[in-house]
């Protein structure tokens, strides 16, 4: 493969839908690590561009518009401003973070869907689609649901079924009906334009197969398997009134399609923020663009995206899409339509000032290769055992003994022992080996590499001992605290990109300005005589309370899914009126209630009813306690055939309702009447 000499970056990272906050997922897959390799190359003195910004068209965006009963734009000026406000209190250093309904966007999308229907590139398709005769318009795949045919799932999409995973067609559905209206749609015929990248074909298999055999396994190994299916036209428009309207006569009530759309988002979120020069970095091929995406959007920046931008012509092409696979949560797959997440927004207000500390897990997890696994124990003991044993306390003891034994000042170093020679070699070859990493975007190895350095650190001071030479050799103790500031100094350039708040922490601790990547691995970053600043902890230790209370959360949001997707039990078969009138459904008054002894689920009751008391034994203790229900009402059935629990005669049934998650709530008459009234 050739060598390229690049002058400048553009690095994009995947618009995420403003129809909901952002997520650790997202995180994991997209953000931190474009991020990070956005900070790396700031560090070291690079022309870049990271560009970000709000995907707010779309299908996803009018259900949640329609299910909340406010317009489209409302949805996405909520959720853009939720998202926005999240990635910078997080640190997400986006040179602009725009939005795919600003004026901009939808006059470069425009543009650019004219310029290829000029050119002829696309082709012009009539086919059938569902289309909705009561809400009078066609639907979109996610407006029609149905029976799944792989799995029997009844609430299944047009698009998939969320049950078995299988990607559908709406015409594979069995019994599909209108999400909208609720009526079974009917095929009519429409209009719209295809990118045929059938034709592009034999473009993308060299640009891909030969060319970028460099790229990750994951990535290559899907655009080689779509690839190799036969790729077909794809349609650039939709029949939608929430969108991009397609810019030529004939085409009222049709849009640009999301996935048309939204990829031009990087182009005009670039022009957003330099009118003047978004050229350079878009048709300059000394510009290196790279594309942080997850897996499920591999076809759209590898194939799609990178067809529309060569049948345009004067754009170039990206030089890495280094997508990522899927973080889950807590060993189930994340869902925004279950809660099934950690959000952003609410970690920030939940973990005041520990956005590093997220960043640090997120990238020792992250999902490069293939699906990886949060959960908050880990999250406790990344904190814990790495950020503030190893890291924090090389630094706090470093700082303290130099505050200790030389107030605060930098000491001179003296002659260096054969071990420290070794030290200063193991830590100088840090550089190579984390900048190797960060150039092929393995952000979890380079950040080990990272936290090597603090352990060479633990290791000289531990090995050293110099709390036990202040006895007795001050000069020694000198060169011994002068290396550890060095290595400390190092690690505030290392862990840079991935902890940029507590870095900036460090910096002040070591009262110097960002040093700059050029300078790793130097042994003279701190000179003798150089004042330090204020010792501080770095990080703190995460108590057990404060992960109870976030695993308690997601346990609450389990359970509420559960009941949630339990459904009401089928209606029995009917019954007669006279059969119904054989029961003798009462009001009595609970006189007395306790617990049954060495059975946990029953209570005894002694009920007045209205002609003498009773005993009824019912399976409620569950879900009250005995005092709860002493002097209330209650409803039973009088003429059931007594029987046996426990050794006690129960003369009736206690009446309650099952709720969906399977709890118990006493029926109990609205107002008080006179013992023994019957229920009719």
Same mark, same amino acid.
């Given at each position: 493969?050739?060598?390229?000499?690049?002058?400048?970056?553009l690095i994009t990272s995947a618009l995420p839908y403003a129809n909901g906050p952002v997520h650790i997922g997202h995180l994991a897959g997209v953000y931190v690590p474009a991020d990070i390799y956005a900070r790396y190359l700031r560090l070291k003195g690079e022309e870049v561009l990271f560009i970000g910004g709000s995907d707010e068209h779309g299908v996803p965006i009018t259900l949640r518009a329609k299910k909340e009963g406010v317009t489209p734009q409302t949805i996405v000026d909520l959720y853009h401003g939720i998202i926005k406000k999240s990635f910078e209190d997080f640190g997400i250093s986006f040179d602009i973070y725009s939005r795919t309904t600003s004026d901009t966007h939808h006059q470069v999308a425009s543009n650019f869907f004219r310029t290829l229907y000029d050119k002829g590139v696309f082709e012009e398709k009539t086919s059938e689609q569902y289309y909705d005769e009561e809400a009078k318009q066609f639907l979109a795949d996610r407006y029609i649901t149905g029976t799944c045919p792989h799995c029997g799932n009844e609430k299944a999409y047009g698009d998939q079924c969320e049950a078995c995973g299988t990607s559908l067609s709406p015409n594979d559905l069995k019994t599909p009906k209108s999400t909208i209206s609720g009526s079974r749609p009917v095929m009519r015929e429409t209009k719209h334009w295809y990118l045929p990248l059938d034709k592009y074909e034999p473009f993308l298999r060299k640009w891909i197969m030969e060319d970028h055999k460099e790229w990750k396994p994951n990535v290559y190994g899907q655009c080689k398997s779509w690839l190799?299916?036969?790729?077909?036209?794809?349609?650039?428009?939709?029949?939608? /009134?929430?969108?991009?309207?397609?810019?030529?006569?004939?085409?009222?009530?049709?849009?640009?399609?999301?996935?048309?759309?939204?990829?031009?988002?990087?182009?005009?979120?670039?022009?957003?923020?330099?009118?003047?020069?978004?050229?350079?970095?878009?048709?300059?091929?000394?510009?290196?663009?790279?594309?942080?995406?997850?897996?499920?959007?591999?076809?759209?920046?590898?194939?799609?995206?990178?067809?529309?931008?060569?049948? +345009?012509?004067?754009?170039?092409?990206?030089?890495?899409?280094?997508? @990522?696979?899927?973080? @889950?949560?807590?060993?189930?797959?994340?869902?925004?339509?279950?809660? !099934?997440?950690? !959000?952003?927004?609410?970690?920030?207000?939940?973990?005041?000032?520990?956005?590093?500390?997220?960043?640090?897990?997120?990238? $020792?997890?992250?999902?490069?290769?293939?699906? @990886?696994?949060?959960?908050?124990? /880990?999250?406790?003991?990344?904190?814990?055992?790495?950020?503030?044993?190893?890291?924090?306390?090389?630094?706090?003891?470093?700082?303290?003994?130099?505050?200790?034994?030389?107030?605060?000042?930098?000491?001179?170093?003296?002659?260096?022992?054969?071990?420290?020679?070794?030290?200063?070699?193991?830590?100088?070859?840090?550089?190579?080996?984390? +900048?190797?990493?960060?150039?092929?975007?393995?952000? &979890?190895?380079?950040?080990?590499? $990272?936290?090597?350095?603090?352990?060479?650190?633990?290791?000289?001071?531990?090995?050293?001992?110099? !709390?036990?030479?202040?006895?007795?050799?001050?000069? &020694?103790? $000198?060169?011994i605290l002068n290396i550890s500031l060095q290595i400390t100094a190092n690690l505030a350039i290392a862990f840079e990109p991935f902890l940029p708040f507590s870095m900036d922490k460090l910096n002040k601790m070591l009262n110097v300005k960002p040093l700059g990547w050029n300078k790793l691995g130097s042994t003279e970053l701190l000179k003798a005589g150089h004042q330090l600043g204020t010792t501080a902890l770095l990080f703190d230790k995460i108590e057990d309370d404060v992960i109870e209370k976030q695993v308690q959360k997601l346990l609450e949001t389990k359970k509420a899914n559960e009941a949630a997707e339990k459904q009401a039990a089928p209606i029995r078969e009917t019954v007669s009126f006279d059969d119904f009138t054989k029961l003798d459904i009462?009001?009595?008054?609970?006189?007395?209630?306790?617990?049954?002894?060495?059975?946990?689920?029953?209570?005894?009751?002694?009920?007045?009813?209205?002609?003498?008391?009773?005993?009824?034994?019912?399976?409620?203790?569950?879900?009250?306690?005995?005092?709860?229900?002493?002097?209330?009402?209650?409803?039973?059935?009088?003429n059931l055939a007594p029987r046996k629990l426990k050794s006690v005669t129960s003369e009736g049934m206690i009446l309650s309702a099952? @709720?969906?998650?399977?709890?118990?709530?006493?029926?109990?008459?609205?107002?008080?009447?006179?013992?023994?009234? +019957?229920?009719?």
């Amino acid at each position: 493969m050739e060598d390229k000499h690049f002058k400048r970056t553009l690095i994009t990272s995947a618009l995420p839908y403003a129809n909901g906050p952002v997520h650790i997922g997202h995180l994991a897959g997209v953000y931190v690590p474009a991020d990070i390799y956005a900070r790396y190359l700031r560090l070291k003195g690079e022309e870049v561009l990271f560009i970000g910004g709000s995907d707010e068209h779309g299908v996803p965006i009018t259900l949640r518009a329609k299910k909340e009963g406010v317009t489209p734009q409302t949805i996405v000026d909520l959720y853009h401003g939720i998202i926005k406000k999240s990635f910078e209190d997080f640190g997400i250093s986006f040179d602009i973070y725009s939005r795919t309904t600003s004026d901009t966007h939808h006059q470069v999308a425009s543009n650019f869907f004219r310029t290829l229907y000029d050119k002829g590139v696309f082709e012009e398709k009539t086919s059938e689609q569902y289309y909705d005769e009561e809400a009078k318009q066609f639907l979109a795949d996610r407006y029609i649901t149905g029976t799944c045919p792989h799995c029997g799932n009844e609430k299944a999409y047009g698009d998939q079924c969320e049950a078995c995973g299988t990607s559908l067609s709406p015409n594979d559905l069995k019994t599909p009906k209108s999400t909208i209206s609720g009526s079974r749609p009917v095929m009519r015929e429409t209009k719209h334009w295809y990118l045929p990248l059938d034709k592009y074909e034999p473009f993308l298999r060299k640009w891909i197969m030969e060319d970028h055999k460099e790229w990750k396994p994951n990535v290559y190994g899907q655009c080689k398997s779509w690839l190799d299916m036969g790729l077909q036209p794809r349609a650039v428009s939709r029949d939608l /009134d929430w969108g991009i309207p397609v810019p030529i006569d004939g085409a009222e009530g049709k849009v640009l399609y999301v996935w048309f759309d939204a990829p031009i988002g990087y182009i005009s979120n670039t022009k957003e923020l330099r009118p003047d020069d978004w050229e350079k970095w878009w048709k300059d091929p000394t510009t290196k663009m790279v594309h942080f995406i997850g897996k499920d959007n591999i076809v759209f920046h590898c194939i799609v995206f990178p067809t529309m931008l060569k049948a +345009e012509g004067s754009f170039i092409l990206p030089d890495n899409v280094p997508a @990522n696979e899927f973080l @889950n949560l807590e060993n189930d797959k994340i869902s925004t339509s279950r809660n !099934w997440a950690v !959000w952003l927004n609410e970690y920030l207000e939940d973990m005041p000032g520990k956005q590093d500390v997220l960043r640090y897990v997120l990238t $020792a997890n992250a999902p490069e290769t293939k699906d @990886n696994d949060f959960t908050w124990k /880990d999250f406790q003991a990344r904190n814990n055992n790495e950020l503030v044993a190893i890291l924090g306390n090389f630094v706090n003891r470093t700082l303290v003994l130099t505050g200790k034994y030389f107030d605060n000042i930098t000491p001179g170093c003296g002659e260096l022992t054969d071990y420290d020679k070794n030290t200063l070699k193991e830590f100088a070859e840090v550089k190579t080996d984390v +900048e190797k990493l960060l150039d092929t975007y393995h952000f &979890r190895d380079a950040q080990k590499e $990272a936290m090597n350095l603090a352990r060479i650190g633990n290791k000289y001071l531990a090995d050293t001992e110099p !709390w036990k030479l202040a006895k007795t050799d001050m000069d &020694r103790v $000198a060169t011994i605290l002068n290396i550890s500031l060095q290595i400390t100094a190092n690690l505030a350039i290392a862990f840079e990109p991935f902890l940029p708040f507590s870095m900036d922490k460090l910096n002040k601790m070591l009262n110097v300005k960002p040093l700059g990547w050029n300078k790793l691995g130097s042994t003279e970053l701190l000179k003798a005589g150089h004042q330090l600043g204020t010792t501080a902890l770095l990080f703190d230790k995460i108590e057990d309370d404060v992960i109870e209370k976030q695993v308690q959360k997601l346990l609450e949001t389990k359970k509420a899914n559960e009941a949630a997707e339990k459904q009401a039990a089928p209606i029995r078969e009917t019954v007669s009126f006279d059969d119904f009138t054989k029961l003798d459904i009462r009001v009595g008054t609970v006189l007395e209630c306790t617990k049954v002894p060495k059975a946990d689920k029953l209570l005894q009751f002694t009920i007045d009813d209205g002609l003498a008391k009773r005993t009824i034994i019912s399976g409620i203790a569950g879900y009250y306690k005995p005092e709860e229900l002493a002097g209330k009402q209650v409803c039973f059935i009088a003429n059931l055939a007594p029987r046996k629990l426990k050794s006690v005669t129960s003369e009736g049934m206690i009446l309650s309702a099952e @709720n969906a998650d399977g709890s118990l709530a006493v029926i109990i008459p609205e107002k008080t009447v006179s013992p023994g009234s +019957e229920v009719k």
